[in-house]
């Protein structure tokens, strides 16, 4: 089971295995609050995408098929593979990310493609 989770949210023991799937650290979040088991940033999307979508929701159909191109190349492809790996290993991981959008940001788009892939 793929979960997705802000940052900001409380952690819970529900949330299993938890993966920060961004390539930028939370802001204002320490290392301790956040209990973290792996920071994964190369699977995130470039710094270069990150900052032409901006969480701009007119983007985001656009976004999404860039950032699943970038999860088919070198390092991000690479980082892909041990998530879906780490996924086999556990019944239940929680993806955090910190966008204050919910519905338009790069975790929605990675759960989805962790779970056609498995």
């Given at each position: 089971?793929?979960?997705?989770?802000?940052?900001?949210?409380?952690?819970?023991?529900?949330?299993?295995?938890?993966?920060?799937?961004?390539?930028?650290?939370p802001?204002?979040m320490?290392?301790?609050?956040?209990h973290l088991?792996l920071?994964?940033?190369?699977v995130a999307?470039?710094?270069?995408?990150?900052?032409w979508?901006?969480?701009?929701p007119?983007?985001?159909?656009?976004?999404?098929?860039k950032?699943?191109?970038?999860?088919?190349?070198?390092?991000?492809q690479?980082?892909?593979?041990?998530?879906?790996?780490?996924?086999?290993?556990?019944?239940?991981?929680t993806l955090?990310?910190?966008a204050?959008?919910e519905?338009?940001?790069?975790?929605v788009?990675?759960?989805?493609?962790?779970e056609?892939?498995?």
């Amino acid at each position: 089971m793929i979960q997705l989770k802000r940052a900001y949210a409380p952690v819970e023991a529900s949330d299993g295995y938890r993966v920060l799937v961004d390539r930028l650290w939370p802001r204002g979040m320490s290392k301790e609050k956040e209990h973290l088991d792996l920071w994964l940033k190369e699977v995130a999307p470039s710094k270069e995408l990150r900052q032409w979508f901006h969480h701009e929701p007119d983007k985001f159909t656009e976004f999404r098929q860039k950032y699943l191109d970038e999860l088919q190349l070198g390092n991000t492809q690479e980082a892909f593979q041990e998530l879906v790996a780490i996924i086999k290993n556990h019944s239940k991981v929680t993806l955090i990310y910190s966008a204050k959008d919910e519905k338009y940001n790069n975790a929605v788009v990675l759960k989805e493609a962790l779970e056609q892939k498995n």
